[in-house]
């Protein structure tokens, strides 16, 4: 039976189809993102070696260690074997896109960015990355449990598509109820948009030109974020017009947001757990409005997950995850709860999600400086985050260069919660080339410096006359030292 008949309505075979194909290139662009960046975060001449870090947490918890920190590292090591996670991820990716053996290949890419997750440390600290591994883990359960189904369609279990729909469901409503929840003012003044474009971690060209919107024009859309933050969601579960418009609703919400500011593979798949949504006879309806043909899908007797461990799978992460986004109103849960909680939270796979809960006001940025002499101090810039005045804001997404985003938290903060800034400081002065190829071009490139310090500054963006004048797209006071001088002497001291 194809597309063309009245049952298309009650199928989703396409939009699944697509969703694991949007997916399999999010965890390619994840796997290679990180790849490229290992050796100076986690490597053996990292900041935060992988390798020390599950020395350490064995000889503090014993045992305790393998489950907290669910890894194949464990096994493998943590050097070179992060390498072969990274090449793995890729392969895997690039099956998953041409459909082969789709569901042991989910499996396969859950459990390798798991342990990839736990040796990143805090540079694995986004919600994304749980995200992903959410995920991940609940497409097991709707993908083809077949060797080579390839490009053949076939219909989802019911049950797993839910799971998916409950999934988009926690992540949007709950990122604007924690808005509310958090007491911030500006959110509930509607002005937090106001302060957004300019104090988000990687604002994009496009964000400059939206901060200098008039007042009234950022609370309107403040306003309309809540409305699809917090009612939209609920058309998932609608009839299929209404699920139709709030799956489309959220597309270009997402849409929106990659435009203004750069979330690394978030946005993408937000969107692609919206591809679920959709039935059939309306992905072709669309499709033959813009002139693109897709052939009807016939119904495939490939095999999916067995019934009943499905059921039983299911029930847990509703009860579960429902539980625990009731965390966000209630601080208070039956003891029995907890329990669970301590053993499925190290999976980082079921989770709650909230972004932005309360926003940022002021953009405080952490601008590293090397000197020979102690007196003449010459600047570290990175390659996305702002530093110089006419670096413009960049387009990187989906790539996510995780240093430049832990600088922006660790200005939010101080040196002493954010210990590995100091680690960073000391690769400098060492002139660590791994740590060195996260950064922009080398200002000491025949020795390294002497002397290294962390000053912080207050960023804004300049006004539109400021711009066409100078050619700076930000301005800066100076506000005080995040880490004073040091050197290699200091620090043996």
């Not at 053949?152 to 509310?180: D, H, N």
Request: charged letters at 15%.
């Amino acid at each position: 039976m194809t597309e063309a008949s009245p049952n298309g309505r009650s199928r989703f075979a396409l939009g699944t189809w697509l969703f694991l194909r949007l997916l399999a290139l999010v965890h390619l662009c994840a796997f290679i993102s990180f790849w490229v960046q290992l050796g100076g975060l986690v490597g053996p001449h990292g900041i935060l070696p992988a390798g020390e870090f599950f020395r350490a947490a064995h000889q503090q918890f014993g045992a305790e260690a393998y489950a907290q920190l669910p890894s194949l590292c464990w096994l493998f090591g943590a050097q070179g074997f992060l390498h072969v996670l990274c090449a793995g991820g890729v392969v895997l990716s690039l099956l998953l896109f041409s459909g082969v053996a789709p569901a042991l290949c989910l499996a396969l890419l859950w459990a390798a960015y798991l342990s990839l997750v736990c040796a990143g440390q805090i540079f694995y600290e986004f919600q994304w990355d749980g995200l992903l591994l959410e995920t991940t883990l609940l497409a097991v359960f709707i993908a083809p449990w077949s060797w080579l189904p390839l490009w053949r369609r076939t219909e989802p279990p019911q049950l797993g598509r839910w799971l998916l729909w409950w999934l988009l469901f926690r992540l949007i409503f709950l990122s604007g109820a924690v808005k509310l929840t958090s007491g911030d003012p500006s959110w509930r003044h509607l002005n937090a948009l106001i302060f957004h474009y300019e104090t988000q971690p990687l604002p994009t060209p496009l964000g400059w030109y939206v901060w200098h919107s008039p007042a009234w024009f950022h609370r309107f859309w403040c306003a309309v974020m809540f409305f699809i933050e917090l009612v939209v969601p609920f058309g998932i579960f609608a009839p299929r017009r209404l699920r139709h418009v709030a799956a489309l609703l959220l597309i270009v919400f997402q849409v929106l947001i990659a435009l203004t500011g750069n979330y690394a593979f978030f946005n993408v798949l937000a969107i692609a757990l919206c591809l679920p949504c959709f039935d059939d006879a309306c992905l072709h309806s669309i499709a033959a409005r813009i002139r693109l043909r897709i052939p009807p899908t016939e119904v495939s007797a490939l095999r999916s997950v067995p019934r009943w461990p499905l059921r039983i799978f299911a029930a847990f992460v509703f009860l579960f995850t429902g539980l625990q986004a009731s965390l966000d109103f209630s601080a208070r849960l039956p003891r029995f709860i907890s329990v669970v909680f301590d053993v499925v939270g190290p999976l980082r796979s079921f989770n709650s999600y909230g972004l932005f809960a309360v926003m940022t006001t002021q953009r405080p940025e952490i601008i590293l400086e090397g000197s020979d002499d102690g007196h003449n101090w010459r600047p570290y810039e990175f390659r996305y985050k702002p530093g110089r005045l006419t670096q413009a804001p960049q387009w990187v997404a989906p790539y996510q260069p995780r240093l430049d985003w832990q600088m922006w938290f660790a200005a939010l903060e101080g040196p002493g919660q954010n210990r590995w800034v100091l680690s960073l400081c000391s690769h400098l002065l060492h002139g660590t080339p791994q740590v060195l190829a996260l950064l922009g071009p080398n200002p000491f490139p025949d020795h390294p410096p002497r002397y290294v310090r962390a000053l912080l500054y207050d960023y804004h963006f300049t006004d539109r006359a400021v711009r066409a004048q100078t050619g700076q797209w930000w301005r800066r006071t100076v506000s005080d030292f995040y880490l004073p001088p040091i050197s290699l002497r200091a620090e043996a001291r």
